[in-house]
Nanobody, 119 residues
C-alpha cells in the first residue's frame, strides 16, 4: 500500500507561481507512472501532467494542452517525492489537485490540495 500526501496549494493571484509536492510513503524509483490530476467544481477530474518510467527509455512527461508551457512535472527518487511546478497561473487553474501513482495495475490517490487563483 502506498500513501500519498500533497502539499503546496494555496491562494495566489493570476500570474503567480506555486509548486505542489507529493510525498510517497515508499520508494517511487521503480513506479511505472505518477501524475497530477485536478478537479474543479462542476467538472470531471482531469489529467494535468504525468510522468512514465521505462527501463530503456527513462522518464517521459506529458501534459494537458491547457497547461503546456506553464506546468512542469518532476520527481525526486531520493526523497520519494513528486512535484508539479505551476507558473503563470490562471483563474481557470483553480481546482483541487490530486497526486496519483500507478503501478502493478493499482492506482493510489492522495487527499488533494486546493489551488485557488484570483484574477
Amino acid at each position: 500500500q502506498v500513501q500519498l500526501v500533497e502539499s503546496g496549494g494555496g491562494l495566489v493571484q493570476a500570474g503567480e507561481s506555486l509548486r505542489l509536492s507529493c510525498a510517497a510513503s515508499r520508494s517511487i524509483s521503480s513506479v511505472f507512472s505518477m501524475g497530477w490530476h485536478r478537479q474543479a467544481p462542476g467538472k470531471q477530474r482531469e489529467l494535468v501532467a504525468g510522468i512514465t518510467s521505462d527501463i530503456t527509455s527513462g522518464d517521459n512527461a506529458n501534459y494537458a494542452d491547457s497547461v503546456k508551457g506553464r506546468f512542469t512535472i518532476s520527481k525526486d527518487n531520493d526523497k520519494n517525492t513528486l512535484y508539479l511546478q505551476m507558473n503563470s497561473l490562471k483563474p481557470e487553474d483553480t481546482a483541487v489537485y490530486y497526486c496519483n501513482v500507478f503501478n502493478r495495475g493499482v492506482v493510489y490517490w492522495g487527499q488533494g490540495t486546493q489551488v485557488t487563483v484570483s484574477s
